[in-house]
């Protein structure tokens, strides 16, 4: 009780005499260097994030074959019927679908851009200058093994194969 009529007569004191608690906020100068930095960090990262949005060249390339592998695989195992990768390497192309054809079966396709084939292997056999390839997606999860090697015109490589296994494309980017 004591204390709390202390406090009181330092309050009415401190009212009386005008003083008032100091008020903490950021002035206009440190909020401007603040903004300043923001936008000096995000003008930086600019290029990086077209890069990652805007794929070009191998890049693009590796990206749709790869998805088109994952497509075909989903539908073989969604269908409960096999599908195929089906590899036009004469004109760059490949595309997904399910077996028996018809309408909606092409599911995802990939055209191969600013790069070249310099290996295409399925089951172990060199279908580079075939007009169409074709490697069978199964529906219990597996498929046929396949084997693309690509060259871009910067001298750059990846190797995309299929696990077996599980269907499943693995990208190396250094090839040994």
């Known amino acids: 009780?004591?204390?709390?009529?202390?406090?009181?007569?330092?309050?009415?004191?401190n009212l009386r005499s005008g003083f008032r608690a100091p008020v903490r906020a950021f002035t206009l100068?440190?909020?401007?260097?603040?903004?300043?930095?923001?936008?000096?960090?995000?003008?930086?990262?600019?290029?990086?994030?077209?890069?990652?949005?805007?794929?070009?060249?191998?890049?693009?390339t590796t990206s749709d074959i790869v998805e088109t592998c994952q497509s075909a695989r989903a539908v073989a195992i969604l269908s409960g019927q096999p599908a195929d990768l089906v590899f036009h390497p004469?004109?760059?192309t490949c595309e997904a679908s399910a077996s028996g054809g018809g309408y909606?079966?092409?599911?995802?396709?990939?055209?191969?851009?600013?790069?070249?084939?310099?290996?295409?292997?399925?089951?172990?056999?060199e279908c580079k200058e075939?007009?169409?390839?074709?490697?069978?997606?199964?529906?219990?999860?597996?498929c046929d093994e396949m084997t693309l090697v690509l060259r871009s015109r910067n001298n750059e490589w990846r190797k995309?194969?299929?696990?077996?296994t599980t269907a499943l494309p693995v990208v190396v980017d250094k090839i040994r």
Request: hydrophobic share 50%.
């Open 29 to 60: 100068i440190e909020i401007m260097v603040v903004v300043a930095i923001m936008g000096i960090i995000l003008a930086a990262g600019i290029p990086s994030l077209y890069g990652f949005m805007h794929k070009a060249g191998l890049r693009k």
């Open 104 to 125: 909606g079966s092409w599911a995802h396709s990939a055209k191969i851009e600013d790069c070249t084939i310099e290996m295409l292997d399925v089951n172990l056999q």
């Open 130 to 142: 075939f007009d169409t390839v074709k490697v069978r997606f199964f529906p219990n999860g597996t």
């Open 1 to 13: 009780m004591m204390r709390l009529v202390f406090i009181q007569r330092a309050v009415r004191k």
């Open 160 to 164: 995309i194969s299929l696990e077996i």
């Open 90 to 92: 004469r004109e760059g």
